[in-house]
Protein backbone atom coordinates (compact mmCIF):
# COMPACT_ATOMS: atom_id res chain seq x y z
CA UNK A 1 0.00 0.00 0.00
CA UNK A 2 1.59 3.29 -1.06
CA UNK A 3 0.75 6.29 1.88
CA UNK A 4 1.26 10.05 0.57
CA UNK A 5 1.42 12.53 3.51
CA UNK A 6 0.89 16.20 2.37
CA UNK A 7 3.10 18.10 4.92
CA UNK A 8 6.15 17.25 6.74
CA UNK A 9 5.44 19.21 10.01
CA UNK A 10 4.62 18.01 13.31
CA UNK A 11 1.47 15.26 12.70
CA UNK A 12 3.73 14.20 8.66
CA UNK A 13 6.83 13.25 10.42
CA UNK A 14 5.62 11.58 12.70
CA UNK A 15 3.07 9.65 10.99
CA UNK A 16 5.86 8.98 7.97
CA UNK A 17 8.51 7.63 10.63
CA UNK A 18 5.66 5.58 12.11
CA UNK A 19 3.94 3.98 9.20
CA UNK A 20 7.88 2.71 7.96
CA UNK A 21 7.89 0.59 11.17
CA UNK A 22 4.97 -1.45 9.32
CA UNK A 23 5.39 -4.30 7.16
CA UNK A 24 4.77 -3.60 3.24
CA UNK A 25 4.23 0.13 3.44
CA UNK A 26 5.22 2.50 1.01
CA UNK A 27 5.65 6.33 2.19
CA UNK A 28 5.53 9.34 0.37
CA UNK A 29 5.82 12.62 1.59
CA UNK A 30 5.15 15.97 -0.11
CA UNK A 31 6.63 19.30 1.01
CA UNK A 32 6.98 22.63 0.23
CA UNK A 33 10.18 22.92 2.40
CA UNK A 34 13.09 22.93 -0.39
CA UNK A 35 15.95 22.00 1.99
CA UNK A 36 13.81 18.96 3.79
CA UNK A 37 13.48 17.47 0.02
CA UNK A 38 17.23 18.27 -0.99
CA UNK A 39 18.23 16.73 2.23
CA UNK A 40 16.25 13.63 1.54
CA UNK A 41 17.97 13.40 -2.01
CA UNK A 42 21.02 13.32 -0.93
CA UNK A 43 20.51 10.90 1.37
CA UNK A 44 20.50 12.58 4.52
CA UNK A 45 16.68 11.67 5.04
CA UNK A 46 16.93 9.28 8.01
CA UNK A 47 13.51 10.74 10.09
CA UNK A 48 13.67 9.83 13.57
CA UNK A 49 10.81 10.12 16.57
CA UNK A 50 11.39 10.35 20.46
CA UNK A 51 8.43 8.58 22.06
CA UNK A 52 7.27 9.59 25.50
CA UNK A 53 9.54 6.72 26.95
CA UNK A 54 12.29 8.18 25.48
CA UNK A 55 12.89 5.33 22.51
CA UNK A 56 13.84 6.40 19.21
CA UNK A 57 11.99 5.18 16.13
CA UNK A 58 14.36 6.20 12.86
CA UNK A 59 12.86 5.69 9.90
CA UNK A 60 13.78 6.76 5.94
CA UNK A 61 10.85 8.08 4.02
CA UNK A 62 10.57 5.97 0.23
CA UNK A 63 10.22 10.10 -1.07
CA UNK A 64 10.50 12.87 -0.02
CA UNK A 65 9.63 15.77 -2.81
CA UNK A 66 8.27 18.92 -3.75
CA UNK A 67 6.74 17.55 -7.11
CA UNK A 68 3.32 16.70 -6.47
CA UNK A 69 3.47 14.23 -10.10
CA UNK A 70 6.12 12.44 -7.83
CA UNK A 71 5.16 12.24 -4.51
CA UNK A 72 0.88 11.18 -5.67
CA UNK A 73 2.07 8.19 -8.27
CA UNK A 74 0.42 5.45 -7.86
CA UNK A 75 -0.52 6.00 -4.75
CA UNK A 76 -3.74 4.67 -2.76
CA UNK A 77 -4.19 6.95 0.67
CA UNK A 78 -3.53 10.46 0.61
CA UNK A 79 -3.14 11.93 4.07
CA UNK A 80 -3.45 15.83 4.70
CA UNK A 81 -1.78 17.29 7.81
CA UNK A 82 -1.01 20.50 6.33
CA UNK A 83 -2.86 23.42 8.47
CA UNK A 84 -6.62 24.42 7.50
CA UNK A 85 -5.29 27.47 5.95
CA UNK A 86 -2.92 25.97 3.44
CA UNK A 87 -5.59 23.47 2.20
CA UNK A 88 -7.93 24.93 -0.05
CA UNK A 89 -4.34 25.78 -2.28
CA UNK A 90 -2.58 22.45 -1.77
CA UNK A 91 -6.12 21.06 -2.91
CA UNK A 92 -6.02 22.76 -6.08
CA UNK A 93 -2.42 21.45 -7.07
CA UNK A 94 -2.74 18.27 -6.21
CA UNK A 95 -5.59 17.76 -7.96
CA UNK A 96 -4.22 17.39 -11.47
CA UNK A 97 -2.28 14.89 -10.51
CA UNK A 98 -3.98 12.38 -8.64
CA UNK A 99 -4.31 8.65 -10.07
CA UNK A 100 -7.66 8.27 -12.10
CA UNK A 101 -7.09 4.14 -12.63
CA UNK A 102 -8.35 3.33 -8.96
CA UNK A 103 -10.01 4.35 -6.38
CA UNK A 104 -7.54 7.34 -4.05
CA UNK A 105 -8.64 7.80 -0.72
CA UNK A 106 -7.91 11.55 0.27
CA UNK A 107 -7.92 12.47 4.12
CA UNK A 108 -7.40 14.84 6.73
CA UNK A 109 -5.54 14.37 9.94
CA UNK A 110 -7.75 15.93 11.78
CA UNK A 111 -10.61 16.29 9.11
CA UNK A 112 -11.79 19.10 10.86
CA UNK A 113 -12.76 22.94 9.79
CA UNK A 114 -15.22 21.36 6.84
CA UNK A 115 -12.61 19.56 5.17
CA UNK A 116 -15.32 17.32 3.59
CA UNK A 117 -16.78 20.32 2.06
CA UNK A 118 -13.77 21.64 1.01
CA UNK A 119 -12.58 18.81 -0.32
CA UNK A 120 -15.84 18.45 -2.57
CA UNK A 121 -15.59 20.94 -3.98
CA UNK A 122 -11.73 21.25 -4.62
CA UNK A 123 -12.30 17.43 -6.58
CA UNK A 124 -15.78 17.71 -7.70
CA UNK A 125 -14.65 16.40 -11.25
CA UNK A 126 -12.59 13.20 -9.64
CA UNK A 127 -15.21 10.44 -9.33
CA UNK A 128 -12.65 8.11 -8.47
CA UNK A 129 -11.57 9.94 -4.94
CA UNK A 130 -12.84 9.30 -1.55
CA UNK A 131 -13.15 12.17 0.80
CA UNK A 132 -12.72 11.29 4.45
CA UNK A 133 -11.31 12.44 7.72
CA UNK A 134 -9.67 11.77 11.11
CA UNK A 135 -11.23 12.87 14.59
CA UNK A 136 -8.13 13.84 15.85
CA UNK A 137 -4.40 13.46 15.74
CA UNK A 138 -3.51 10.31 16.48
CA UNK A 139 -0.37 11.30 18.64
CA UNK A 140 0.32 14.59 20.13
CA UNK A 141 3.93 16.09 18.39
CA UNK A 142 5.97 18.51 19.08
CA UNK A 143 9.62 19.79 19.04
CA UNK A 144 10.02 19.60 15.81
CA UNK A 145 13.31 19.71 13.50
CA UNK A 146 11.77 19.47 10.33
CA UNK A 147 13.16 16.34 8.57
CA UNK A 148 15.68 15.17 10.90
CA UNK A 149 13.31 14.24 14.75
CA UNK A 150 9.92 14.98 16.57
CA UNK A 151 8.66 14.27 19.84
CA UNK A 152 5.76 12.33 20.20
CA UNK A 153 2.97 12.67 22.98
CA UNK A 154 0.10 11.15 24.23
CA UNK A 155 -1.64 8.25 22.22
CA UNK A 156 -5.25 8.45 21.67
CA UNK A 157 -6.54 4.68 22.81
CA UNK A 158 -9.10 4.65 19.64
CA UNK A 159 -9.43 6.59 16.66
CA UNK A 160 -12.42 7.83 14.69
CA UNK A 161 -12.99 8.13 11.40
CA UNK A 162 -15.55 9.53 8.88
CA UNK A 163 -16.91 9.75 4.97
CA UNK A 164 -18.06 12.19 3.28
CA UNK A 165 -22.17 12.03 2.87
CA UNK A 166 -21.18 10.87 -0.88
CA UNK A 167 -19.36 7.97 -0.01
CA UNK A 168 -20.88 4.24 -0.35
CA UNK A 169 -20.49 2.32 2.37
CA UNK A 170 -18.41 -0.22 1.43
CA UNK A 171 -15.81 2.67 0.75
CA UNK A 172 -16.11 3.16 4.52
CA UNK A 173 -14.78 -0.16 5.39
CA UNK A 174 -12.23 -0.45 2.86
CA UNK A 175 -10.96 3.01 4.97
CA UNK A 176 -10.74 1.10 8.10
CA UNK A 177 -8.75 -1.75 6.75
CA UNK A 178 -6.19 0.37 5.20
CA UNK A 179 -5.63 3.01 8.29
CA UNK A 180 -5.86 -0.42 10.49
CA UNK A 181 -2.74 -1.29 8.60
CA UNK A 182 -1.13 1.81 9.79
CA UNK A 183 -2.24 2.50 13.50
CA UNK A 184 -2.00 0.48 16.65
CA UNK A 185 -4.98 1.81 18.04
CA UNK A 186 -8.40 0.35 16.50
CA UNK A 187 -10.50 2.70 13.66
CA UNK A 188 -13.72 3.26 14.45
CA UNK A 189 -15.47 4.94 11.51
CA UNK A 190 -18.26 7.19 12.60
CA UNK A 191 -22.07 7.58 10.74
CA UNK A 192 -21.76 11.06 9.82
CA UNK A 193 -18.75 14.26 8.77
CA UNK A 194 -20.51 16.71 11.53
CA UNK A 195 -19.52 14.45 14.06
CA UNK A 196 -15.94 15.54 13.15
CA UNK A 197 -16.69 19.32 12.00
CA UNK A 198 -18.77 19.58 15.55
CA UNK A 199 -15.84 17.66 17.54
CA UNK A 200 -14.74 20.13 20.51
CA UNK A 201 -10.97 20.69 19.52
CA UNK A 202 -9.02 23.06 18.68
CA UNK A 203 -11.48 25.75 17.47
CA UNK A 204 -12.25 25.77 21.17
CA UNK A 205 -9.49 25.22 23.01
CA UNK A 206 -6.71 27.31 21.75
CA UNK A 207 -8.88 30.51 21.39
CA UNK A 208 -10.40 30.21 24.64
CA UNK A 209 -6.74 29.51 26.58
CA UNK A 210 -5.62 32.67 24.59
CA UNK A 211 -8.06 35.14 25.60
CA UNK A 212 -7.68 34.01 28.94
CA UNK A 213 -3.81 35.16 28.89
CA UNK A 214 -4.38 38.05 27.33
CA UNK A 215 -7.68 38.99 26.48
CA UNK A 216 -10.00 41.59 28.33
CA UNK A 217 -8.96 41.10 32.32
CA UNK A 218 -6.14 38.84 31.13
CA UNK A 219 -2.78 38.56 33.04
CA UNK A 220 -1.19 39.32 30.42
CA UNK A 221 -3.50 41.83 28.31
CA UNK A 222 -1.20 44.61 26.98
CA UNK A 223 1.83 43.32 28.87
CA UNK A 224 4.84 40.91 27.60
CA UNK A 225 5.27 37.45 28.41
CA UNK A 226 8.42 37.34 31.33
CA UNK A 227 9.29 33.97 29.95
CA UNK A 228 8.01 31.02 27.93
CA UNK A 229 4.59 28.82 28.91
CA UNK A 230 3.07 25.90 28.00
CA UNK A 231 -0.84 25.75 26.52
CA UNK A 232 -2.14 23.51 28.97
CA UNK A 233 -0.02 22.93 32.31
CA UNK A 234 -0.01 26.58 32.44
CA UNK A 235 -3.72 27.51 31.17
CA UNK A 236 -5.16 30.11 33.58
CA UNK A 237 -8.41 29.65 35.68
CA UNK A 238 -10.56 32.18 33.05
CA UNK A 239 -9.29 29.92 30.21
CA UNK A 240 -10.96 26.73 31.43
CA UNK A 241 -13.73 28.23 32.56
CA UNK A 242 -14.42 30.20 28.66
CA UNK A 243 -13.66 27.16 27.11
CA UNK A 244 -16.15 25.10 29.64
CA UNK A 245 -18.71 28.07 27.99
CA UNK A 246 -17.72 27.03 24.56
CA UNK A 247 -18.16 23.85 24.84
CA UNK A 248 -21.41 24.15 26.12
CA UNK A 249 -22.55 26.41 23.12
CA UNK A 250 -20.92 23.57 20.70
CA UNK A 251 -23.06 20.90 22.25
CA UNK A 252 -26.03 23.32 21.76
CA UNK A 253 -25.14 23.16 18.11
CA UNK A 254 -24.75 19.58 18.06
CA UNK A 255 -28.52 19.12 19.70
CA UNK A 256 -29.79 21.60 17.10
CA UNK A 257 -28.04 19.46 14.16
CA UNK A 258 -29.47 16.28 15.43
CA UNK A 259 -32.95 18.09 15.26
CA UNK A 260 -32.62 20.15 12.01
CA UNK A 261 -30.94 17.26 10.26
CA UNK A 262 -32.77 13.88 12.14
CA UNK A 263 -29.48 12.09 12.80
CA UNK A 264 -27.19 10.87 15.54
CA UNK A 265 -24.21 12.71 16.88
CA UNK A 266 -24.08 11.04 20.36
CA UNK A 267 -20.67 10.80 19.75
CA UNK A 268 -19.88 14.63 19.69
CA UNK A 269 -18.89 14.44 23.61
CA UNK A 270 -18.47 17.56 26.49
CA UNK A 271 -14.82 18.01 25.46
CA UNK A 272 -13.74 17.11 29.28
CA UNK A 273 -15.79 13.60 28.72
CA UNK A 274 -13.85 13.60 24.87
CA UNK A 275 -10.33 14.32 26.86
CA UNK A 276 -11.05 11.96 29.80
CA UNK A 277 -11.34 9.03 27.63
CA UNK A 278 -8.55 9.45 25.15
CA UNK A 279 -6.32 9.92 27.29
CA UNK A 280 -7.05 7.93 30.72
CA UNK A 281 -4.50 7.89 33.80
CA UNK A 282 -2.26 10.14 31.52
CA UNK A 283 -4.79 12.59 33.67
CA UNK A 284 -3.78 13.32 36.80
CA UNK A 285 -6.68 15.47 38.11
CA UNK A 286 -9.89 15.20 35.86
CA UNK A 287 -12.40 16.88 38.77
CA UNK A 288 -12.71 19.84 36.65
CA UNK A 289 -11.53 21.30 32.96
CA UNK A 290 -9.01 23.42 34.60
CA UNK A 291 -7.30 20.92 36.49
CA UNK A 292 -7.82 18.05 33.67
CA UNK A 293 -5.87 20.75 31.47
CA UNK A 294 -3.31 21.32 33.48
CA UNK A 295 -2.34 17.88 34.40
CA UNK A 296 -2.46 16.22 31.52
CA UNK A 297 0.70 14.43 30.60
CA UNK A 298 0.23 14.10 27.07
CA UNK A 299 0.02 17.31 27.18
CA UNK A 300 3.24 18.07 29.08
CA UNK A 301 5.85 20.61 27.51
CA UNK A 302 3.75 21.89 24.57
CA UNK A 303 4.59 25.72 24.36
CA UNK A 304 2.58 28.04 23.93
CA UNK A 305 3.37 30.16 20.35
CA UNK A 306 5.26 33.26 21.69
CA UNK A 307 8.02 35.58 19.86
CA UNK A 308 10.71 38.04 20.92
CA UNK A 309 8.67 41.10 21.83
CA UNK A 310 9.69 43.51 18.35
CA UNK A 311 9.09 46.49 20.84
CA UNK A 312 10.77 45.91 23.79
CA UNK A 313 11.54 43.06 26.50
CA UNK A 314 9.87 39.82 26.74
CA UNK A 315 7.38 37.51 24.69
CA UNK A 316 4.60 38.31 23.06
CA UNK A 317 1.90 35.67 21.38
CA UNK A 318 2.96 34.95 17.34
CA UNK A 319 0.30 36.32 15.47
CA UNK A 320 1.47 33.59 12.75
CA UNK A 321 0.52 31.25 15.08
CA UNK A 322 -2.21 28.70 13.58
CA UNK A 323 -4.24 29.35 16.65
CA UNK A 324 -5.01 32.10 14.70
CA UNK A 325 -5.12 31.38 11.13
CA UNK A 326 -6.32 28.29 11.30
CA UNK A 327 -8.09 27.48 14.34
CA UNK A 328 -10.10 31.07 14.37
CA UNK A 329 -9.99 32.23 11.08
CA UNK A 330 -11.31 28.52 9.63
CA UNK A 331 -12.58 26.89 12.97
CA UNK A 332 -14.10 29.24 15.00
CA UNK A 333 -16.02 30.77 11.95
CA UNK A 334 -17.15 27.85 10.68
CA UNK A 335 -18.52 27.40 14.05
CA UNK A 336 -20.19 31.11 14.41
CA UNK A 337 -21.38 30.55 10.74
CA UNK A 338 -23.12 26.66 11.28
CA UNK A 339 -24.76 28.45 14.71
CA UNK A 340 -26.21 31.49 12.19
CA UNK A 341 -27.50 28.99 10.13
CA UNK A 342 -29.25 26.80 13.01
CA UNK A 343 -30.01 30.12 14.49
CA UNK A 344 -28.69 28.94 17.32
CA UNK A 345 -26.92 31.54 19.64
CA UNK A 346 -23.43 31.52 21.05
CA UNK A 347 -22.27 34.45 22.81
CA UNK A 348 -18.86 32.91 24.16
CA UNK A 349 -17.69 31.90 20.98
CA UNK A 350 -18.96 35.01 19.29
CA UNK A 351 -17.35 36.79 21.47
CA UNK A 352 -14.12 35.10 21.49
CA UNK A 353 -14.04 35.17 17.51
CA UNK A 354 -14.44 38.50 17.02
CA UNK A 355 -11.74 39.42 20.21
CA UNK A 356 -9.57 37.00 18.37
CA UNK A 357 -10.12 38.93 15.03
CA UNK A 358 -9.82 42.33 16.61
CA UNK A 359 -6.58 41.33 18.51
CA UNK A 360 -5.14 40.14 15.31
CA UNK A 361 -5.84 42.51 12.86
CA UNK A 362 -5.36 40.57 9.58
CA UNK A 363 -7.50 37.57 9.47
CA UNK A 364 -9.75 36.22 6.97
CA UNK A 365 -13.86 37.55 7.72
CA UNK A 366 -16.28 35.48 7.58
CA UNK A 367 -17.48 32.17 6.32
CA UNK A 368 -14.97 29.74 4.57
CA UNK A 369 -16.31 29.90 1.12
CA UNK A 370 -16.41 25.89 0.73
CA UNK A 371 -19.75 25.78 3.20
CA UNK A 372 -22.05 24.66 1.38
CA UNK A 373 -24.76 27.74 0.59
CA UNK A 374 -27.73 25.86 1.09
CA UNK A 375 -26.42 23.97 4.45
CA UNK A 376 -28.55 22.88 5.83
CA UNK A 377 -31.15 22.05 3.74
CA UNK A 378 -29.22 20.32 1.14
CA UNK A 379 -27.99 18.05 3.61
Known sequence: MKVTICGAGRTGHLNAVLFKQKPDIQVSVLTSDAAVAERWAKGDGIWQAETRDGQILSARPDHVGTDPGQALESTDLVIITQPAQARPALLSRI?????????VYVGAIPGFCGFDWLAAKALASHGNVVIWGMKDVPHIAF??????????????????????????????????TMLNRLYDAPV?????????????????????????????????????????????????QAGAELLEACDAENQALRQASEARLGIDLSSVKPLRQELIEAYGDQIGDDRTMYTLLRTNRAYADILAPLIPNPHGPGLV??????????DIAFGQALLVTIAQRLNVPVPAIARTYQWARDYHGGLANG?????????PEAA
Not at 95 to 103: C, F, N, T, W, Y
Not at 206 to 218: D, E, N, S, T
Not at 317 to 326: G, M, P, Q
Open 367 to 375: APDYVPSNW
Open 95 to 103: APHLPRDRS
Open 188 to 236: TLLQDYLEITLTPGNALMHPAVLYGLIGPGGPFENKPFDQPLCWWSDCP
Open 317 to 326: IDRESRAFHE
Open 143 to 176: DLVAGERVRMGGAKAELFVALHRRERAASGATLV
